[in-house]
């Protein structure tokens, strides 16, 4: 099966812009033959420790959803991605939609847990993340989703082919330079590593979408300005963990293809006893907490009912669905 998984530099905050790049790289790589496009997760917008953020959720109905659904009719591929949805209920999720060739959506999955700042913008899912897909099935993940137990233990076992994508940002080198350097080169090698990991403990085959560029923006309750970049690396690896395709983050945004055998296999890596795959260090585990108390709150006050996309700039409004006859 030949699948691609897309790397985004992503025009953070401008939902209109992105979908405009993630449909032409889309179709790059329906072009070049794929069955399966996986799109990054944050498609729409990116991610950043932005106010502009706050009014970029699109409904489960809307723009991102139709580029998912249009890319999938026109290349008879399997095409997913996540976006920041606005729900029924009125709260924001971290979403990933699965487009099946004939266009209609074959299942979702919510991230389980924000990321750091990403708590201001969307609230938790609960779902498993097993999607079927015809004669595969499918197990969604989504960046830090990548680094914890419990997403192994949930996949393991009960799906052909691992889905999902990251945005995944850096460490900047502030002083003392010396320690966030050497800080950030375990961050960066973490990144680079998570879906190979992914692949030996679930014993199935990963596509792995990405971003990459600079990010520029707050850094929650302190008067700091973040400069950093995302990490990039979109991979796909086979079972076993080996990488079939890679793309560096100093490539820029492009499409790796890869053909892959999809199926379960007896997984390599045993699930380790803590909730994180990979350990985190203390500098890391403080950021996670104090950004998770700030994202919270600043959700309830500025980001929870905030009008979507959508209802800002009609523009980006879907078209309503075909009539059959």
Known sequence: MKVAAIQLEPAVAAVAENLRRCEALGDEAGEAGAQWIILPEFFTTGMGFLDRMADTALPPDGAAVELLRRLARRHGATVGGSFICRDADGHNRNAFFLAGPDGEILGRHDKDLPTMWENAFYVAGADDGVIAAGDVTAGAALCWEFMRAQTARRLRGRVDVVVGGSAWWSIPPWPPKSITRRLEASNARTAATVAEAMARAVGAPVIHAAHCGEVVCGLPWTPIRYRGWLQGGAVVSDATGAVLARR????????????????????????????????????????????????????ERHAHGRPTADQLDPALAAPPPAVRV
């Open 248 to 299: 560096d983050l100093r490539e820029g945004p492009g499409v790796v293809v890869a053909e892959i055998e999809p199926g379960r296999r007896p997984p390599l890596d045993e699930i380790p006893d803590r909730f994180w795959m990979h350990r985190r260090g203390a500098v890391p585990a403080l950021l996670w907490e104090y950004q998770k108390l700030h994202g919270r709150l600043w959700y």
